[in-house]
């Protein structure tokens, strides 16, 4: 129950219930490959490569490749959001504000989306028939900290070395050009680009349009700006740089609302939303970690 509602009652001075600054919903819900998901745990397969058999004889018996088949593994978890409005409280206000709680809640629960989805980056994905295989992220796709370009001054922020080390093992790793690349930054890595290239280039002027709103890409990548981005241990921002089917976003229930009359809580209002979702990264090459210094 909100133990602060009473800042809102009537002072004489405004009828309306502001929303004070936050990140209004998911940014990321619509740069991941989504599913609907019907069951507590669910499995996405996966096809390897395989390679072409040389013909060497003729007439010969046929030869069959074994086609490599694995799944991925998402557990759905069930998320809410609610309190009440106490009946003599509404009696005081000007505004009755269940609606703004409302927008609230599904503010709310867009954010978690954010947060499951970032937590499928780098966490531990399950793999196998039923999920049993622990797959951890590879030190081969991290871009680490320090990491510099021949010749280049040491940055250990955002640095356009870093970016074009993260193109590079995407290519590597196969990732078709047409694919949908995405990095998520926080407001400082988007300064520490500024701050790397020279007054004057071609770099720094798409730099400067990526800063004021102009654009959102930049050498290929699509910037997403979010301040929800984890930290390791070393407190270095976990910067991620994905395909678009790189990562899945299960959702079990979209956000639904209601808002209710409680009599066992003296007639409060109750507003509460609700959803269950969960999230994987689907495969190692199509997701690359670069770590910054803040």
Known sequence: MSTQITTAMVQGYRANVDLLLQQ?????????R???????FDYYDRIGATEANEITDRHGDTTYNNT????????LRDYDWADLIDKADKVRLLHSPESEYAM?????????????????FFGTAKSGKAGATSVTFPAGYQIAVNYVESGAAV?????IGKLRRARTLLRQAQVPKTA????????????????????????YNAVKALVDGEVNKFMGFEFVEIERLSTDTNSYRRIPVWAQDGVLLAKGAEVSASIDVLPTKRHSTQVRAWMSCGATRMEE??????KCAE
Request: proline fraction near 1%; hydrophobic fraction near 40%; charge should be negative.
């Open 24 to 32: 209004q919903g998911s940014l990321l819900e619509g740069k991941v």
């Open 34 to 40: 989504v599913e609907t998901q019907n069951v507590e």
């Open 285 to 290: 090459g199509k997701v690359i970690e670069i």
């Open 104 to 120: 609230s809640a599904a503010f709310a629960l867009g954010r978690k989306k954010d947060d499951v989805i970032i937590s499928a």
């Open 68 to 75: 490599p088949h694995d799944r991925r593994q998402v557990g």
């Open 180 to 203: 949908k690349i995405y990095i998520a930054v926080t407001a400082t890595q988007i300064q520490d680009l500024l701050q790397t290239v020279q007054v004057g280039s071609g770099d």
């Open 155 to 159: 940055n250990s922020g955002l640095t």
